[in-house]
């Protein structure tokens, strides 16, 4: 049979491993959290992109369909207003440009946006840039 102090000892460090296990599995944990806040946020700016390329894409097939680059300002104001109202499709802070290249007959489309929960940042505007040749 054991002395009376040495099964003290034992349980008491019993005890600190279980304290070690807890702060383990904690941190383990707050590093998971802090991965799915990140993979929250690419998946995100992954649609955010998605939406810019259909937004283009739709003023892209308008061009096209109208056979030249030189649409009526009230077609462009309204798909810019559409880029720049989320609830319509658009995107946060968007902003839908279109620039005719009569030399060229082409014109270039613009969506430029910024993500939600930026810091202000350069690098937290994000822009998708197509030609259109109709």
Avoid: C
């Avoid at 030249?68 to 946060?92: E, F």
Wanted: hydrophobic share 45%; no cysteine.
């Amino acid at each position: 049979m054991k002395p009376h102090s040495e099964r003290r000892r034992s349980t008491g460090f019993a005890l600190i491993e279980l304290l070690v296990s807890v702060l383990i599995i904690s941190f383990g944990l707050l590093s998971l959290m802090a991965l799915q806040t990140q993979v929250l946020r690419a998946s995100i700016g992954s649609e955010d992109g998605q939406r810019a390329a259909m937004l283009a894409s739709e003023m892209a097939a308008t061009i096209v369909n109208a056979g030249t680059v030189n649409l009526p300002q009230s077609a462009i104001d309204a798909w810019a207003a559409k880029v720049a109202d989320p609830s319509q499709g658009g995107l946060p802070s968007g902003v839908g440009t279109v620039t005719p290249n009569a030399a060229t007959t082409s014109a270039r489309i613009i969506v430029q946006w910024t993500q939600v929960g930026s810091t202000g940042a350069a690098n937290d505007t994000h822009q998708y840039v197509t030609d259109v040749f109709p």
